[in-house]
């Protein structure tokens, strides 16, 4: 059954990760034909800072310091606005940030959660992405958009979609699909061969890139493919994921699938895309396999 989405969900701490988010977050909006909902969290650090003081001056701090996030939010969200053209509300909860963001996406139905990555676990670490990034993407019931960085190209020329061999990487081919015809963009379509002297895995993957590029093209949308081999000393294709999109110069989102390594717990996503996410110049699309928050062209 098909859903019906009303929003896209842009936390925001204003930093300027998450209003390079509210930027992106513009001309999808106008494509899609949904307002934008902007959501701060007061984070919730289980000590009561207002506890030291009387009940009454307690209410009192509390709300003079709740209403200067609204004010602030109301500013942030009245110039977007303004300068998008699309509506944009404003709402403030308190809590965990990344539960509270997740209940929220399912309570306003939202379609999309973009949102600026929060910093890493770890200094000496740039591969990967802090814990409430890594939650929301990994629980979301719809597609995460992570900006890194702030991207001035308005709009989408082209979507880079690398593929494996598993199962649930037609159902990332549906989505590029449909993002291409809101955008008018270019799918390029790279398979990363991590055993270039395994020939039937070679040839698995030609074949693969046959058959979606074929598949894209019969829903009208251009497309390019190319098998790349993966050197020896690299151990991970993520890196070269990320470089084969800057050195096009017209790619504009990366979408990937971020499957839970085995044996880790549920706040974790695949190093791999930890790595795209933390390392793209580009915004980065996130997709759970099997995900009905984005609604496949074939259903």
Do not use: W
């Not at 074949?207 to 829903?219: A, D, M, P, T, W």
């Amino acid at each position: 059954m098909k859903r019906n989405f009303h929003t896209i969900l842009v936390p925001t701490d204003f930093s300027d990760k998450s209003l390079a988010a509210l930027e992106e977050s513009h001309n999808l909006a106008k494509l899609t034909g949904l307002n934008i909902t902007l959501m701060h969290v007061i984070r919730d650090t289980g000590h009561n800072i207002f506890s030291l003081f009387d009940p009454i001056q307690s209410d009192k701090l509390k709300k003079e310091y709740e209403d200067q996030f609204r004010n602030k939010m109301s500013k942030i969200a009245q110039d977007a606005a303004d300068r998008s053209g699309v509506q944009v509300n404003a709402i403030i909860s308190r809590g965990k940030e990344y539960d509270k963001i997740l209940k929220a996406s399912q309570l306003l139905e939202s379609r999309f959660i973009v949102m600026g990555v929060n910093g890493e676990p770890f200094e000496d670490n740039k591969d990967y992405i802090g814990s409430n990034t890594a939650r929301i993407i990994r629980k979301a019931n719809c597609p995460v958009i992570t900006i890194n960085h702030k991207h001035d190209h308005d709009g989408c020329r082209s979507i880079l979609l690398p593929l494996d061999l598993t199962h649930e990487t037609r159902q990332k081919v549906t989505n590029a699909i449909e993002l291409a015809r809101l955008f008018g963009s270019t799918i390029k379509v790279i398979s990363i061969n991590t055993d270039p002297r395994n020939k039937e895995i070679e040839s698995m993957l030609r074949r693969q890139l046959e058959q979606v590029s074929n598949f894209i093209s019969k829903n009208d949308i251009r497309v390019e493919a190319e098998l790349i081999e993966k050197p020896a000393h690299i151990k991970s294709p993520a890196p070269m994921i990320v470089e084969y999109a800057k050195d096009r110069k017209d790619v504009d989102l990366i979408m990937i699938m971020t499957q839970q390594e085995s044996g880790l717990f549920e706040l974790f996503i695949g190093s791999s895309a930890q790595e795209i996410i933390s390392k793209a110049k580009v915004p980065v699309m996130s997709i759970i396999p099997k995900q009905l928050g984005f609604i496949s062209i074939m259903s």
